[in-house]
């Protein structure tokens, strides 16, 4: 909280007036390689977000289990329960691995070659677009997945199951237990953290730029930077505002604001909230107060 009130005293930045076409970007013959590529793997977001949200968990089965150690009946329907449950967790995590992958490619089409960060956006509104869509889905993700206590509670009652009937030496059950040791323990690691997609994509965005030492880091946190204030002065602007077909195009961009900054926190050097910064935080504070507080409160927090 220090940080965002001292930096509300920030001399005002210079305007950075680009509308991106979140809505209708299509890509340009240059873009089509990179843009089919992701566009594989997003398409599959939407309906892991969808299964998240309605992911119940087994803990009635599991405390009726927990309650009955002695019942095979009980013990049997936790783990009929839990089964199905852990391969949609299996597959949100393998999905956070294939936004690994290609998070690095759409990086390298919008922080190298001779453009600078506003000619970028400017000219491959197709992949920032993209790019958004991604840091969406991760602050959504990490949404669902900390109000929701059942997912480590599933997960951690699978792996004692399995730990006891290995112990017990049931090695008929191996079929079902469906998950590679190793890939249990990487599961466990990514559950266990309170924001686990924006773990990946920090890490993925850090890694590309020790990977890519030909590129200075700046290229980097200075693309995150200005897309944050493009977003913020599209907000802004009234005839920006004027020109958007959805209502949710607004929530949509703030929300893309605040993964921006955050990712940028995770990337630069020095952070986001200091005065050298390439971010604005004191406007997209104030544009953040200026939202409803049903849509901004939670995006105020997650700066904080």
Known sequence: MGNLLRLLYREDPPKHDIFVDFENAQPSRMEVETY???????????????????????????????????SEIQQEKAWDAIVPLVSKLRRFYEFSQQLEAIVPKILTELCSGPLTPMQHLETQQALVKQFAQILEFVLKFDDLKMTNPAIQNDFSYYRRTVSRLRMANQDDSENEMELPNELANRMSLFYAHATPMLKVLSETTAKFVLDNKELPIENTTETLGTMAKVCQRMIENPSFLQRFQNE??????????????????????VGAFVKTSHVDIKGCIKVLREQPPSSAESLLNALR
């Open 248 to 269: 949710e195009t607004v929530l949509f961009i703030l929300r893309v604001m605040v993964g921006l900054i955050i990712l940028y926190d995770h990337v630069h050097p």
């Open 36 to 70: 089919e590529a992701v566009e594989a793997v997003l398409k599959d977001s939407e309906g892991i977000l969808h299964e998240l949200q309605q992911y119940k968990g087994a803990g009635n089965e599991i405390r009726e289990a927990i309650a009955n150690p002695r």
